[in-house]
T-cell receptor
Framework: DTEVTQTPKHLVMGMTNKKSLKCEQHMGHRAMYWYKQKAKKPPELMFV???????INESVPSRFSPECPNSSLLNLHLHALQPEDSALYLC?????????????FGSGTRLTVV | GQQLNQSPQSMFIQEGEDVSMNCTSS?????WLWYKQEPGEGPVLLIA?????ELTSNGRLTAQFGITRKDSFLNISASIPSDVGIYFCAGRRGATNKLIFGTGTLLAVQP
């Protein structure tokens, strides 16, 4: 299995809702990432997990809450989002050290906040 | 945050033409990656580079890790319509797992 699977593919939520994005990989990668991508822009790093521990938080607002329940799963919990948070949310994984095979990305969750 | 500058921003070419794009930074990177992204999909890794001066090919694609470690280049030979997409460079510094993306090059290929 060489894929990163993200669910759901599309999500529409209101500003008062609570929802979660899910990401799964079975490549034995011990580093996992959340990126946010606006239309026609490059992906921007949000969080990095290394061996299930949060190692990088790029000053992301607290309405985004990541969670890594085990080495294969990564969640992003969403609460009280704003319309400007609408974007493609990408999950990625890599080997922890010297990622010789690069970073593998999922297809993303297209989030719309109304 | 830090940004990698890609050029050109966009390219509109005829099928069969060769394509060149580059990525530059004011900082040194120890890994350069090139990704292609199609609409509605995540980036797909094309080529990974780990040593200054390294030249690596993947089919019609060739990429080089600049000798100064501050830039990288991607060439696509004999372009075909399915090469259409946005090409991103990405760099990693030091021992961090932080991957920084370039601004992207939009490629359009006319049959």
């Amino acid at each position: 299995d060489t894929e990163v699977t993200q669910t759901p593919k599309h999500l529409v939520m209101g500003m008062t809702n609570k929802k979660s994005l899910k990401c799964e990989q079975h490549m034995g990668h011990r580093a996992m990432y959340w990126y946010k991508q606006k239309a026609k822009k490059p992906p921007e790093l949000m969080f990095v997990y290394s061996y299930e521990k949060l190692s990088i938080n790029e000053s992301v607002p607290s309405r985004f809450s990541p969670e890594c329940p085990n080495s294969s799963l990564l969640n992003l919990h969403l609460h009280a989002l704003q319309p400007e948070d609408s974007a493609l949310y990408l999950c990625a994984s890599s080997q922890e050290v010297q990622p010789h095979y690069g970073y593998t990305f999922g297809s993303g969750t297209r989030l719309t906040v109304v | 945050g830090q940004q990698l500058n890609q050029s050109p921003q966009s390219m509109f070419i005829q099928e069969g033409e060769d394509v060149s794009m580059n990525c530059t930074s004011s900082s040194i990177f120890n890994t350069w990656l090139w990704y292609k992204q199609e609409p509605g999909e995540g980036p797909v890794l094309l080529i990974a580079l780990y040593k200054a001066g390294e030249l690596t090919s993947n089919g019609r694609l060739t990429a080089q890790f600049g000798i100064t470690r501050k830039d990288s280049f991607l060439n696509i030979s004999a372009s075909i319509p399915s090469d259409v997409g946005i090409y991103f460079c990405a760099g990693r510094r030091g021992a961090t797992n932080k991957l920084i993306f370039g601004t992207g090059t939009l490629l359009a290929v006319q049959p």
